[in-house]
Nanobody
């Protein structure tokens, strides 16, 4: 199982960024994917989840209305469109999946496979 998040960078407050999570080594179309982030000195935080079909999504209160998760099963890729970015969104962003294909949620303890994170810095 391999997951790789990319697309991070430096963006000004109020700006947008789109992250991608490329997956391989497992039947991607059968698994939900979660996005997480970890800011310096803080615990890892669950942000958004999308189910295998892409027809069910979940967002944490911290990103609801600003971030949109989507997936393209033909490309084995999940996306996180981030709008109205704030300095407090600065963190390393990760995508992950559970060993169990039917897991739905953002409980860190249920995520077994993690991609290498991508850095997002929101600053003027």
């Amino acid at each position: 199982v391999q997951l790789q998040a990319f697309g991070g960078g430096l963006v000004q407050p109020g700006g947008s960024l789109k992250l991608s999570c490329a997956a391989s080594g497992f039947p991607f179309e059968n698994y939900g994917i979660g996005w997480f982030r970890q800011a310096p000195g803080k615990e890892r935080e669950g942000l958004s989840f999308i189910n295998s079909d892409g027809d069910s999504t979940y967002y944490s209160d911290s990103v609801k209305g600003r971030f949109t998760i989507s997936r393209d099963n033909a490309k084995n890729t999940v996306y996180l469109q981030m709008n109205s970015l704030k300095p407090e969104d600065t963190a390393v962003y990760y995508c992950a999946t559970s060993y169990y294909s039917d897991y739905v949620g953002l409980d860190l303890g249920h995520y077994d496979y993690w991609g290498q994170g991508t850095h997002v810095t929101v600053s003027s």
